[in-house]
C-alpha cells in the first residue's frame, strides 16, 4: 500500500491553502480472481448451501452469468414459469425436469431412499407415474405407492428402476454442461449453441 498523496502534504501548513482539503491515498487491493468472482456472486445473491431447486437454479445461472431469460430460453419455457421456478414458487413439470437436470449438471436431492430413485428415475427420463410402471411392469398404483413410500419394491425391481436409470444418472454427476449464452462474444464465450432440448455436452476435464 503506497500513500504518495498524503507524504507530499506530510509537514506543510494546510492553513495557508484557499479552500480546506482532506489528505487522501492511493492504494492497490489485490485479490484472486477466484475469490473476486465468488464476492461478486454472493452480493448478487448466491446461497452457500442451496437446499431447494430454485436455490440451486439461481446459483447455476449466477455462476453462468445468465440472465433469467436466457436460461427460459435454453430450457424453451417462458421466462415468468423459469422465473417462478427459482422463486420456488412453482414446480415443474416431470416432462421439464430432464433440461432442468442438463442445465444443473447434477441432481439437487442427494438423499438415497426407494422412493427418491423412482422419483429422479422418472424426473430423468422425464416420465409420469404411469409410463415408467408400464416399462416396468406393474400397475400404476403400486409404482405411486414406491413413490410415496408406502411399500417397498422387490429386490428385482429396485436393480429394473437402476437399469431404466443408468445410462443418465452417473453421466449427471459432477457434470459442467456447455450451454450458449446469447451475450458473451464469439472469440471468449465456452459456450456451444443448443441443439437439443434435452442433449447438452458437457465440457471435458
Known amino acids: 500500500m503506497s500513500c504518495i498523496a498524503c507524504n507530499q502534504f506530510k509537514g506543510s501548513d494546510l492553513s495557508s491553502l484557499d479552500h480546506p482539503i482532506l489528505p487522501f491515498c492511493f492504494f492497490d487491493i489485490r ?3 477466484e475469490a473476486l468472482k465468488s464476492f461478486i456472486l454472493r452480493k448478487k445473491g448466491l446461497f452457500d448451501q442451496p437446499r431447494t431447486l430454485g ?4 446459483n447455476r445461472r449466477l455462476e453462468l452469468g445468465f440472465r433469467q431469460e436466457d436460461v427460459a430460453v435454453q430450457l424453451g419455457t417462458l421466462r415468468e414459469v423459469y422465473e417462478r421456478w427459482e422463486r420456488d414458487e412453482r414446480t415443474p413439470v ?3 425436469w430432464p433440461g432442468i ?31 415408467l410402471a408400464q416399462v416396468i411392469g406393474v400397475i400404476h398404483q403400486r409404482l405411486r405407492d414406491w413413490e410415496l ?22 453421466s449427471y454427476g459432477n457434470r459442467q454442461p456447455q450451454l450458449h449464452n ?24
Do not use: W
Open 31 to 33: 485479490v484472486s480472481k
Open 55 to 58: 436455490e440451486h437454479l439461481r
Open 94 to 96: 416431470v416432462s421439464e
Open 101 to 131: 437436470l442438463s442445465f444443473l449438471g447434477y441432481y439437487p436431492d442427494p438423499e438415497e431412499t426407494t422412493a427418491n430413485l423412482v422419483l429422479k428415475t422418472r424426473r430423468y427420463r422425464g416420465m409420469d407415474q404411469k409410463r
Open 149 to 170: 413410500g408406502k411399500s417397498q419394491p422387490t429386490a428385482e425391481q429396485i436393480n429394473q428402476l437402476k437399469q431404466i436409470a443408468g445410462e443418465l444418472l452417473p
Open 182 to 205: 446469447p451475450r458473451a462474444s464469439s472469440e471468449d464465450s465456452c459456450y456451444t449453441p443448443k441443439t437439443a432440448k434435452h442433449n447438452i455436452t458437457p465440457i471435458s476435464p
